[in-house]
């Protein structure tokens, strides 16, 4: 596999993850977007502090937060390599949809397992 200095969507910063999740045109689009939904922290205000500038961002917030701002870095990470491997990339819409629609069902998917756990108590 070959590997690139600068980014290869755009050309335009050294490729690091930093670049690939928070700085990539492509990457601040669907953040954004996601931020319109969510409460996501300003793409502007993240810094790449060091190598391990996610475990910075995701520190101190709370586990449904946590679970955002996973989940965008993942869906961005997709849409990336969709790019990367000649398919065009989702519609930035879609994939804020596809995020919603996901958090949803895994928040409700927790919830009927606790429910379980606690009736399972009861017995």
């Known amino acids: ?16 993850t ?6 990539c045109p492509m990457a601040r689009s669907l953040w954004q ?8 922290p300003d793409i502007g205000t993240l810094t790449n502090t060091s190598s391990e500038w996610l475990l910075h961002l995701l520190e101190g917030r709370s586990e449904t937060m946590r679970a955002m701002i996973i989940m965008t870095l993942w869906r961005i990470w997709h849409c ?14 879609a994939s804020r949809r596809f995020l919603c629609s996901y958090l949803e ?13 606690e009736r399972q108590w009861c017995l």
Request: hydrophobic fraction near 40%; include cysteine; charged fraction near 20%.
């Open 1 to 16: 596999m070959e590997v690139f200095d600068t980014c290869v969507i755009y050309g335009m910063e050294c490729e690091c």
């Open 33 to 40: 977007a996601m931020e319109e939904v969510w409460p996501l």
């Open 18 to 23: 930093f670049h690939a999740f928070c700085r």
């Open 105 to 117: 069902s895994q928040s409700s998917s927790f919830q009927m397992l606790t429910l379980q756990k």
């Open 80 to 93: 990336r390599n969709e790019v990367i491997h000649h398919k065009p990339a989702p519609p930035i819409e």
